[in-house]
């Protein structure tokens, strides 16, 4: 393979790999609709995995929440300018706890500048663990097409055939 060649079967692979995490996670987010739990797939060589998202505040505007902070809860800012982090994460969670509320705000319903909800249960990521004899087999056979002794059947497309 000339490096031209590697190149195009890297972003084609890179390609591949994409479409069907996509439709990998698209087959466990339907099951998670289904079922209401985050699915775990064993398969022969496998184990697939799910993640699902969990109610968080997150900072969007870091200098504002410190500025919050600094007024309201002195004692709770360090020296470096920094929400100390047990303090930002019970607070979160708190926050967190009241529900969806945008921008999030105290329970006497003053609003926490620099701060979003962001809306837990959403179908999060899929991951794919092969086992270790697995993986030695998979780097086997990407070693044996890296070479070039084993062929991948990749389609090869010329810059004018690109759209």
Not at 13 to 27: I, S, V
Not at 108 to 131: C, H, I, M, Q, T
Request: proline share 7%.
């Amino acid at each position: 393979m000339n490096r031209a060649q590697v190149v195009q079967t890297i972003a084609a692979c890179d390609a591949l790999a994409a479409a069907l995490r996509e439709a990998l996670k698209a087959d466990a987010a339907a099951e998670y609709a289904e079922q209401g739990t985050a699915p775990t797939w064993r398969l022969p060589g496998f184990t697939v995995s799910t993640s699902i998202a969990h109610d968080a505040v997150v900072v969007v505007d870091e200098a504002e929440w410190i500025r919050w902070v600094k007024r309201d809860h002195p004692s709770e800012v360090e020296t470096i300018t920094r929400v100390r982090p047990a303090f930002r994460d019970a607070f979160f969670a708190e926050l967190a706890e009241q529900g969806r509320m945008n921008p999030p705000h105290t329970t006497d319903g003053e609003v926490v500048p620099g701060l979003e909800f962001y809306a837990g249960g959403e179908f999060r990521s899929v991951s794919v663990l092969p086992l270790a004899s697995m993986k030695r087999a998979l780097y086997t056979i990407a070693r044996e097409i890296a070479d070039g002794t084993r062929p991948l059947g990749l389609p090869v497309l010329e810059a004018a055939d690109a759209p």
